[in-house]
Structures are given as structure tokens and as C-alpha cells.
């Protein structure tokens, strides 16, 4: 299983993350400990938004169609209204 996460950064002005990993836990936690290069500067960070998908392709499809409304209404109403209702993902 493949995991799609959106991840808000806890200093404000908030920033956003958004990737797809099969260990969400450890995940966040290299976020966290700074060993990721895109988002160390901007610690610590939480997970607000999840969908699981049951291979790495569909997951990252849906990763990159995330990111192409990135910032816009559509951004907002996902991140707002939690996972879609699609039966293979969940929210945290």
C-alpha cells in the first residue's frame, strides 16, 4: 500500500508539502528531523491530509494531480473536505 500526503508546515505562514510514500510514519519523521532537502527549513511539519492507494503508480498519479491545483480552490477543498470518496483511500 501507497500512501498520498499532504503535510502543512507548523510555522506560519504555513507552507504545504505534498508526496506519496509506502511508510508514512517514518516518512514524517525524516520531514522532521531535517533530512529532507525541500523541506527542513520549514519544521516541524504535520500530516493534514491522506489517501491510500494500492500501488505506487496510481499513487503517484494522483500525487501529480494534486500538485497541478496546488494552492488553488480545488487545493482547498481537498485539504478542507478530507480524502475522496473513491473506496481505496482514507484520511488521518
Known sequence: MFEVYILESLPKPSKYYIGHTKDLKNR?????????????????????????????????????????????????RLIKTGASHSGNCSRL
Not at 525524516?30 to 520549514?42: D, E, F, I, P, Q
Not at 493534514?48 to 500501488?55: D, K, Q, R, V
Open 28 to 76: 514524517l519523521n525524516k520531514h522532521n528531523r531535517g533530512l529532507v532537502k525541500s523541506t527542513k527549513n520549514a519544521r516541524p511539519w504535520k500530516v493534514i491530509y491522506s489517501e491510500i492507494f494500492n500501488t505506487k503508480n496510481i499513487a503517484y498519479r494522483r500525487e501529480l494531480k494534486i500538485k497541478s491545483y496546488k494552492g488553488g480552490e480545488a487545493f482547498k
